[in-house]
């Protein structure tokens, strides 16, 4: 495999997890370790659809900076704004390498105490387990349209 590869800064793969009693959730070692050789080693969350996404704080100033540019007055704009970028925190790392996710995240959300955790490239997903095996089935389902769709972008 070529070295090029390998130091590309990317989430990829999916860890199943836990989340503590108080909130608290361990990343799994390789979306740590993206954090810590190509980031702040720090995470803001925020919700999208049924699930939380995490975004390193560089990438996460990358969509700040566009959403800065989006209407004041448009109501789609508004109300992304309003959900996401404000819903966001701020998690840091204790020094046993868990986030503490806010009450009001993990309710949004619906997590419980088994969830999973999704490579997205730039960011990852947290999934209660039971929505993600939910979401899964979907894909599946809808597997055929979707792989038309991203022949059609040439991927």
């Known amino acids: 495999m070529e070295q090029g590869i390998l130091e590309s800064p990317k989430f990829r793969g999916r860890s199943a997890a836990k989340i503590d009693a108080k909130g608290r959730l361990r990343i799994p070692t390789k979306f740590r370790e993206v954090l810590q050789k190509h980031y702040s080693d720090a995470l803001f969350v925020s919700r999208m659809g049924d699930a939380l996404v995490a975004y390193p704080p560089e990438k996460w100033n990358e969509l700040e900076a566009k959403a800065e540019n989006l209407s004041q007055v448009h109501p789609d704009h508004r109300s992304f ?65 979707i792989n038309e769709s991203m022949a059609s972008i040439g991927i």
């Open 81 to 145: 704004i309003r959900r996401f970028i404000s819903g966001a925190e701020l998690c840091e790392f204790d020094s046993q390498g868990r986030i503490l996710i806010p009450s009001m995240l993990r309710e949004d959300a619906r997590l419980n105490q088994e969830v999973v955790l999704v490579g997205m490239l730039t960011c990852f997903e947290i999934w209660d387990k039971t929505a993600y095996e939910a979401q899964d089935a979907q894909d599946r389902q809808n597997a055929a349209r």
